[in-house]
């Protein structure tokens, strides 16, 4: 039984570092915080220019880390809407759900959480509006122990290890599970364009997030009922605008979001130029808006991330890189990770009127 601690304790130092990234950047790790604004902050549920909005997320990074079978991958969807528009006329609630699932490493590491959304919009006047929201959700957290290697599987005579021989233990990690509490604040301002073509329009969202609230238990030793390791609460702060640069079909848009869990800290900033290739007919809204944004980003001491989006009418497609420029890179040969967003929305995004970035 000795030897069972030693190698799952061995695991998960040899994996801190990645172990620290999956946990305090955003629990899972994406780079396109624009397009998972429930993970962001709970004050973004319907907290936007649409009736409804629908986004797909994966993310598959550091291909080649650890043994030829590791991954490191992870599918999120949200959905959130507004409700009682026409009910409150200073206001609305938003309403949303989202899920993910991640899996880590060479054991598969695995979270799947479910989160239930409600935020609570106040406009404030024609140009500004705040929200306040809250998230509960459903965790169960996993770890596979087909691959894990025992002093007994060393094949001394031939001088190699050997996964045919018995290892002479059984590990047997059975899944944990959890609830977890979130809660937001977040403050949109937006000055719409003088007329149609000016595209003088000027917006600007900024919000504050914990996350675990309830800082919940993880279970690393199901053998010792005894040892828990509590959750950090996860603080985020980010702010976005969309700043059009008059007389063109250009808008520039800056980004920042801060992270902060126990003793870990992650700081990403950045900027999009946005290019409205076709609008909308001013006189009967039939012609098919699309853009096009490209861009990147900088996670301070890890990576640089090109991004581009492509709009078109309801649908927007995103695709970045995570390119490794901490030494993770001597692990990974600078490859770091693939992400790819899809997003749906009601009516299409040239209606909007509120931030885009983080909406």
Not at 180 to 185: A, E, N, V, Y
Not at 230 to 253: M, P
Not at 271 to 289: D, F, H, L, P, Q
């Amino acid at each position: 039984m000795k030897v069972k601690y030693i190698h799952i304790f061995a695991f998960l130092i040899v994996n801190y570092q990645l172990l620290i990234v999956n946990c305090y950047a955003q629990d899972i790790h994406f780079s396109q915080t624009n397009t998972t604004p429930l993970l962001v902050n709970p004050a973004l549920t319907g907290f936007m220019g649409n009736n409804h909005r629908a986004i797909l997320n994966y993310k598959n990074q550091w291909i080649g880390m650890g043994s030829a079978g590791a991954t490191y991958r992870t599918g999120a969807f949200s959905y959130d809407t507004r409700l009682l528009t026409k009910k409150f006329k200073t206001g609305y609630i938003g309403a949303g759900i989202n899920a993910f699932k991640d899996v880590a490493g060479d054991l598969k590491l695995g979270t799947t959480q479910l989160n239930i959304s409600f935020a609570g919009i106040v406009i404030i006047n024609k140009k500004q509006s705040i929200s306040g929201g809250i998230q509960g959700g459903y965790v169960q957290k996993s770890i596979s122990t087909a691959d894990m290697k025992w002093d007994s599987q060393y094949d001394e005579g031939a001088g190699v290890f050997n996964p045919q021989l018995s290892s002479n233990d059984v590990a047997s990690i059975p899944p944990y599970r959890y609830g977890d509490f979130s809660g937001g604040l977040a403050w949109n301002y937006s000055s719409k364009q003088t007329y149609m073509t000016a595209n003088n329009q000027l917006k600007v969202n900024l919000g504050i997030a914990a996350f675990h609230i309830n800082r919940p238990s993880q279970k690393l030793n199901p053998y010792n009922t005894n040892s828990t390791d509590d959750l950090y609460t996860k603080f985020i702060a980010h702010g976005s605008a969309v700043i059009g640069i008059a007389s063109t079909n250009y808008e520039f848009q800056p980004s920042v979001i801060l992270f902060k869990q126990g003793g870990a800290f992650e700081l990403n900033m950045g900027a999009m130029i946005r290019c409205k290739i076709k609008g909308e007919s001013r006189y009967t809204g039939n012609v098919e808006s699309m853009a096009v944004s490209l861009g990147a980003q900088y996670r301070i001491g890890d990576a640089f991330i090109p991004m581009m989006m492509f709009e078109y009418s309801n649908y927007a497609l995103g695709v970045s890189y995570d390119i490794n420029t901490s030494m993770l890179k001597q692990s990974t040969g600078s490859k770091g990770g693939l992400e790819i967003s899809l997003r749906f929305t009601t009516p299409d995004f040239s209606n909007r009127s509120s931030s885009r970035l983080l909406k």
